[in-house]
């Protein structure tokens, strides 16, 4: 049973561009957490969904931040017109039912420049 | 709401010496309290969990924390630590059985020394 998978590993944009990370969730899962680490930082909540609902978006910034978890395919979250601050690293975490352990992927390292 | 706080950013051991990683949450509610290790360039691994059951919480990798109420404390502990040990370790915190929305201290960085 494979684990979470994000991709890409690695995103090098520039300012302005656009930043599509995305997150397949362990099979069975349907359950969706993403989170911001920055440098020297803990873990920050951003959003949490299931399949085509948004459950909790309290921790999205308000402007330039989507998150998405359509019926079929990976879970994206969207960055558009980056800036330097968005430089972190994203995790995604998915759990079977939402009240139970739930499982990092090796996160998406995000540098703008 | 709730909130973590984890007790020295960085913490040096010797190999085969205690490990001892402090953290305190607060929480409104009865707390969901977790441990998980970070290698560099890697994801989160649960190290354990507390869920309300038993108070002494065994874990991965010789790892063990006890929840204290009174103390508001959920403190990591290994007797001997091993160079493999060596991760950043993150406290984490949720309220009531959504494992999902935690909140996480800043972390703390075990260096063990040969």
């Known amino acids: 049973n494979a684990g979470v998978m994000q991709n890409p590993r690695h995103l090098v944009r520039r300012r302005g561009q656009e930043a599509r990370l995305r997150c397949s969730p362990m099979?069975?899962?349907?359950?969706v957490y993403w989170y911001r680490q920055l440098p020297e930082e803990g873990l920050k909540f951003m959003v949490y969904?299931?399949?085509?609902?948004?459950?909790?978006e309290s921790g999205m910034p308000k402007e330039r931040f989507s998150a998405e978890f359509p019926k079929e395919g990976p879970s994206i979250l969207r960055i558009q017109q980056v800036v330097r601050g968005d430089s972190a690293a994203y995790f995604c975490?998915?759990?079977?039912?939402?009240?139970?352990?739930?499982?990092f992927g090796p996160g998406t390292r995000l540098l703008v420049l | 709401a709730q909130s973590v706080t984890q007790l020295g950013s960085h913490v040096s051991v010797s190999e085969g010496a205690l490990v001892l990683l402090r953290c305190n949450y607060s929480?409104?509610?009865?707390?969901?309290l977790f441990w998980y290790v970070q290698y560099p360039n890697q994801g989160l691994q649960l190290l354990l969990k507390?869920?309300?059951?038993?108070?002494l919480v065994k874990g991965i990798n010789g790892f063990e924390a006890e929840f204290k109420k009174s103390e508001t404390s959920f403190h990591l502990t290994k007797p001997s630590a091993h160079m493999s040990d060596a991760a950043e370790y993150f406290c984490?915190?949720?309220?009531?059985?959504?494992?999902?929305?935690?909140?996480f201290g800043d972390g703390t960085t075990l260096t063990v020394k040969p």
């Open positions: 929480s409104s509610v009865p707390p969901y």
């Open positions: 984490a915190v949720s309220e009531g059985t959504n494992a999902g929305k935690s909140t």
């Open positions: 099979k069975g899962h349907s359950h």
């Open positions: 975490a998915s759990s079977p039912t939402g009240q139970e352990t739930q499982y």
């Open positions: 507390y869920t309300s059951a038993a108070t």
């Open positions: 969904l299931q399949k085509e609902n948004i459950i909790d």
